[in-house]
């Protein structure tokens, strides 16, 4: 028997459509089920708040910038059209003003000619939600917030996606699943992120009271960091409840703060469980608290071929909380 560890990037049943692209359809369409759009970028700009489009099954090519938004009562929402198995291949950016904008059980490639971070966010209150993320270790995957003034992400949610193989190889010590840069109150939460060349997780370098939550982290450059510049240190972040493990370079949860700057505050790391790292918890370099962590094989059934269900025997079956905020 075996602990279930699920993520799909398959579109759900019960979605319902406002709008519609599909690989054959044309940017001249009127976006109906039967005269649908072609392109991703077309579908979302025809979106108002509150309204869903969805991407038949199929490989989308092209970047897309996403400059408006909805409110929370009533987000923009891009999603696979019930059943479908849809991918977009491309650099996705949700500027600053792309606020409650949902991405959903969508494959998202994020290959693109620059080689720069995909997804990128720098709005409020954007999700995404049961996504397969990947670059083919060309770039960044995710990047929460900007620097130079491009803006900041404020309550991102991502959860139950598979984030893997991000990142140029071998690693540079630069490229990452998620990068938590210019950020304050992320939830990261039920994902599973393996196979990245530097950090699953990096906060750095303004990353603030963020949570990581219930995520098996696994065989990545590094696990978690914690981080901070000059001016300003990664703080009051929660690490709960993950298991990280088989980091290949350095530990699996470790902090660095700049020579000539400040030390982050109230960043705590609580019941993980860690195994197989460089290290497993480094914490001398100060900066976070940690406690009551365990050091065990998690038990996988397969992560080889990326199973990630637990043996029910597994020792850290029990910390994984149950953090999925998706619906709320």
Request: glycine residues 12%; charged residues 15%; hydrophobic residues 35%.
């Amino acid at each position: 028997m075996a602990i279930a560890v699920i993520v799909s990037a398959c579109a759900t049943s019960g979605v319902t459509c406002n709008r519609f692209a599909a690989p054959n359809g044309s940017d001249h369409g009127k976006g109906t089920a039967r005269s649908p759009f072609r392109t991703p970028q077309k579908l979302v700009d025809s979106l108002s708040p509150g309204m869903t489009g969805c991407l038949a099954s199929g490989t989308y090519v092209g970047d897309l910038r996403v400059n408006h938004g909805g409110s929370a009562q009533a987000p923009i929402t891009l999603t696979g059209a019930p059943g479908a198995d849809a991918t977009v291949v491309g650099r996705i950016w949700l500027t600053d003003g792309a606020n409650y904008v949902q991405v959903t059980y969508l494959h998202l490639d994020g290959r693109n000619d620059a080689n720069l971070p995909s997804p990128l966010v720098d709005a409020t209150g954007d999700r995404f939600v049961g996504d397969d993320v990947t670059n083919d270790h060309t770039a960044i995957c995710f990047e929460l917030g900007s620097a130079g003034g491009y803006g900041q992400a404020r309550d991102t949610l991502l959860a139950d996606n598979r984030i893997h193989s991000c990142g140029v190889m071998p690693p540079t010590n630069h490229q990452h699943g998620i990068y938590v840069g210019n950020s304050v109150g992320a939830r990261i939460v039920d994902n599973i992120i393996y196979d990245n060349a530097d950090r699953g997780i990096q906060l750095y370098w303004n990353a603030q009271q963020t949570t990581i939550a219930g995520n098996i982290i696994d065989r990545n450059g590094e696990g978690i960091i914690l981080a901070g510049n000059s001016q300003t240190a990664s703080s009051n972040n929660l690490i709960t409840h993950n298991i990280i493990t088989n980091s290949r370079v350095r530990a699996d949860v470790e902090s660095s703060w700049s020579s000539d700057g400040m030390k982050g505050s109230g960043n705590l790391v609580e019941d993980n469980c860690t195994f197989g790292g460089r290290m497993t918890i480094d914490s001398s370099a100060g900066g976070f608290e940690a406690r009551d962590n365990i050091d065990a094989d998690p038990g996988y059934v397969d992560p080889e071929k990326g199973d990630y269900s637990l043996r029910a025997s597994s020792p850290c079956a029990t910390l994984l909380a149950t953090t999925s905020t998706a619906g709320s």
